[in-house]
């Protein structure tokens, strides 16, 4: 079939730093079906740019990450706005309180996240500090939460495996895992997970994922940046998933919502990562959304809502294609 593919560039800013993506269209030649994804490149951990990936899409060439946006326009979008539309539904999603930046932690940031119902807060650790760490987990501890610890991949296997096997069983019990602690290595994996329960999230492939033993006890998933084909092989996966942003735009959470609905799994975790835009600086989509609390809805009307504000974006035609 053939479709014809255009692109609107997005920024979302946050205190630090502005996010780069997309947002495509997607439009069946011949019946006029739409559907739309939002693609969010992260240069820095090896994917191409925002710029690279139009020159490449401009010349009808499909990146990892548009391929997976397109699929999700093609099947998921017009798939759920279909489903959810019609019909009156009401999703629930229960999401973790992120902190992105573990040295602005203040005692404060946890209270708040009590106070906002929260069950888990997730810390991203940019240096290691072992005092801060344990103090971390002594403070959530006083507040029933459950802490899940992501330093993407930057810690010293060593330096990591003594810290936490001398880690008091009390505040071992209070982490619901560690996800990426260094690039995977199964020995260092397998050790470290004897410890505490490690997750995977930029280091697993689809190969992996019929392996038995596997040295991790959760896999992350960010359903931006995959393919159908992977969707089919995860919905066999016997570990819990918690499905996490990559720093999305709403279009993009809105997606990650869509596929929870649509490809419920008994046994996938029942806390994500999803409402991650609440780092950036408001905009009008936002509105799709309550975030005031641990749980985000997929109402009925947020693909009305969603369509609405796609249509007044200036859209800039790309390539057409045959899917
Ligand atoms: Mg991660």
Same mark, same amino acid.
């Given at each position: 079939? %053939?479709?014809?593919?255009?692109?609107? #560039? @997005?920024?979302?800013?946050?205190?630090?730093?502005?996010?780069? $993506?997309?947002?495509? %269209?997607?439009?069946?030649?011949?019946? $006029?079906?739409?559907?739309?994804?939002?693609?969010?490149?992260?240069?820095? =951990? !090896?994917?191409?740019?925002?710029?690279?990936?139009?020159?490449?899409?401009?010349? !009808?060439?499909?990146?990892?990450?548009?391929?997976?946006?397109?699929?999700?326009?093609?099947?998921?979008?017009?798939?759920?706005?279909?489903?959810?539309?019609?019909?009156?539904?009401?999703?629930?999603? *229960?999401?973790?309180?992120?902190?992105?930046?573990?040295?602005?932690?203040?005692?404060?940031?946890?209270?708040?996240?009590?106070?906002?119902?929260?069950?888990?807060?997730?810390?991203?650790?940019?240096?290691?500090?072992?005092?801060?760490?344990?103090?971390? =987990? +002594?403070?959530?501890? $006083?507040?029933?939460?459950?802490?899940?610890?992501?330093?993407? !991949?930057? /810690?010293?296997?060593?330096?990591?495996?003594?810290?936490?096997?001398?880690?008091? !069983?009390?505040?071992?019990?209070?982490?619901? @895992?560690?996800?990426?602690?260094?690039? @995977?290595?199964?020995?260092?994996?397998?050790?470290?997970?004897? @410890?505490?329960?490690?997750?995977?999230?930029?280091?697993?492939? *689809?190969?992996?994922?019929?392996?038995?033993?596997?040295?991790?006890?959760?896999?992350? /998933?960010?359903?931006?940046?995959?393919?159908?084909?992977?969707?089919?092989?995860?919905?066999?996966?016997?570990?819990?998933?918690?499905?996490?942003?990559?720093?999305?735009?709403?279009? $993009?959470? =809105?997606?990650?919502?869509?596929?929870?609905?649509?490809?419920?799994?008994?046994?996938?975790?029942?806390?994500?990562?999803?409402?991650?835009?609440?780092?950036?600086?408001?905009?009008?989509?936002?509105?799709?959304?309550?975030?005031?609390?641990?749980? /985000?809805? #997929?109402?009925?009307?947020?693909? #009305?809502?969603?369509?609405?504000? #796609?249509?007044? *974006?200036?859209?800039?035609?790309?390539? +057409?294609?045959?899917?």
């Amino acid at each position: 079939m %053939k479709f014809k593919i255009s692109h609107s #560039l @997005y920024k979302l800013k946050a205190p630090r730093a502005v996010q780069t $993506g997309l947002l495509l %269209k997607l439009e069946n030649s011949d019946n $006029g079906d739409r559907g739309y994804c939002a693609v969010q490149p992260h240069p820095h =951990l !090896g994917d191409p740019t925002v710029d690279q990936i139009l020159v490449e899409l401009n010349a !009808g060439r499909l990146s990892q990450l548009t391929r997976a946006g397109l699929d999700f326009a093609r099947f998921g979008w017009i798939r759920a706005k279909n489903q959810f539309q019609t019909k009156p539904f009401l999703f629930r999603c *229960e999401n973790n309180f992120l902190i992105q930046h573990m040295e602005d932690l203040v005692p404060f940031s946890l209270l708040e996240a009590k106070q906002l119902k929260f069950h888990t807060v997730k810390f991203k650790i940019t240096t290691f500090d072992a005092d801060k760490i344990t103090q971390a =987990l +002594e403070v959530a501890k $006083g507040h029933g939460l459950k802490v899940r610890l992501d330093p993407n !991949g930057k /810690l010293n296997p060593n330096q990591a495996i003594s810290y936490f096997r001398a880690l008091p !069983g009390d505040l071992r019990d209070v982490i619901d @895992y560690l996800e990426d602690p260094f690039p @995977y290595s199964e020995a260092h994996w397998r050790e470290l997970n004897t @410890y505490v329960p490690l997750a995977n999230d930029f280091f697993w492939q *689809e190969a992996m994922l019929g392996l038995d033993n596997l040295p991790f006890q959760n896999l992350i /998933l960010k359903p931006v940046r995959h393919t159908q084909s992977t969707w089919q092989t995860l919905a066999k996966f016997p570990k819990p998933i918690s499905l996490t942003s990559s720093m999305d735009h709403p279009i $993009g959470i =809105l997606q990650a919502l869509s596929f929870l609905a649509l490809n419920k799994q008994s046994h996938w975790s029942l806390i994500h990562g999803l409402n991650t835009f609440t780092s950036f600086e408001p905009i009008s989509y936002d509105h799709m959304f309550d975030y005031s609390s641990p749980v /985000l809805e #997929l109402r009925p009307n947020a693909f #009305l809502l969603a369509l609405k504000l #796609l249509e007044e *974006e200036t859209w800039r035609y790309a390539c +057409e294609l045959t899917l």
